[in-house]
């Protein structure tokens, strides 16, 4: 139904505007992004209750838990940021110490 009316509505506008097919294809273009995002939240939605039912493979878990950590690492405080960085900098200068020697 919805569809329908959209079709309706983009052959109205192409006979009575001039520019009516190009604001059928901004229209449409605009639906299409709508389903596209609907469809990666309800596909996020089923992933995290996958998750939590225990219902992944270990390859798709592992996944999960690093896309969960990569998205996570935007919420960290500044101030958390910085003991992680001087950590991971003190990491690679004893690597980088070790290496020499």
Do not use: W
């Amino acid at each position: 139904m919805y569809f329908l009316m959209l079709v309706l509505v983009g052959i109205v506008s192409c006979i009575m505007f001039p520019y009516g097919p190009i604001i059928v294809g901004g229209i449409v273009f605009a639906v299409v992004i709508d389903q596209y995002r609907q469809t990666m939240y309800m596909r996020q939605d089923i992933q995290t209750i996958k998750n939590h039912l225990k219902l992944m493979t270990k390859e798709e878990s592992e996944d999960y838990e690093a896309n969960q950590a990569y998205k996570d690492i935007d919420r960290i405080s500044s101030e958390r940021m910085e003991v992680i960085n001087r950590k991971i900098e003190a990491e690679l200068e004893r690597d980088s110490k070790h290496k020499k020697t």
